[in-house]
């Protein structure tokens, strides 16, 4: 004789009771208060930035007047090596220096920084100091820069240093904090030293994050370095502020093309080294 089957009981079903499957969204008393919040920060926000639809409709002539003042490039500016062939290859080579040594003091730092590696009492007072440079902009630090040092891609590259660092050691120190910590405790239990567990346990998990972070960075430099060349940090900015000054516009679209053609060339490298990483 068969023995009959048991049916084991049934799981409920997580998508049969989810709030949305019943065609009538349960919200709640919290879901509401917080609509209402959010809806209230955006009105507050709208009304304080004097944001007007009517108005940019209105200025919309004279947005295309501008735009139509763009075109036709002036193509033979492309061969101008004092104004665009010299600070396209300062430009590059800003964003390269400034992350570069941004990389180099943000690793330490983010050491530092890490919940996981460093005492409490360590780990505060580095995140407080990183804070404060994450807190001021590249054109701040470029106009310090500048008056410190004086004109030029110097100034520039110290602005995208002190501008950078604050934030890739942040990061760097958020992937650290993110890895598997099993690794780490298992080298600590066979005696390793703290140098040996961040060697070997600690920077191979982290390494791939970081190194996405440091490209993504390098892109961030590229477009910040025309800011710090509007006032003063060398490179294709200090010509976008000098053509605008002197109403060049088939000039300044001659760097605009420039500018949309390293970020896309940046972005195309950075895609192509991090889709290799993972």
Sequence with gaps: MATPSISAPLSPDPVKNHPLASGSPRIGGQGILTGAITVAVIAWAWNGTNFSFGELASNIPNMWHFVRGLFPPRWDYFTNYDHVIEPTIQTIQLSIMGTIFAVILAFPLGLLASRNLSKPWVYQAV??????????????????????????????????????????????????????????????????????????????????????????????????????????????GFELNTELSLFKYHEFMVHLIIIVVLVTIADRISATVRKRLV
Excluded: C, D
């Excluded at 004086?150 to 520039?156: C, D, Q, T």
């Excluded at 298992?186 to 190194?211: C, H, I, K, Y």
């Design 127 to 236: 995140r407080a100091v990183l804070n404060i440079f994450r807190s001021i902009p590249e054109i701040v630090w470029a106009l310090i820069f500048v008056s410190a040092v004086g004109l030029g891609i110097f100034a520039g590259t110290l602005a995208l240093i002190a501008g950078s660092v604050g934030s890739l050691s942040k990061v760097f120190a958020e992937s650290i904090e993110a890895i598997n910590p099993r690794p780490v405790e298992a080298m600590e239990a066979v005696g390793a030293t703290q140098v040996q567990q961040v060697s070997f346990a600690v920077l191979p998990q982290a390494m791939t994050n970081m190194v996405s972070y440091i490209l993504l960075y390098w892109e961030h430099n590229i477009r910040a370095s025309f800011i710090v060349g509007f006032v003063g940090g060398g490179g294709l």
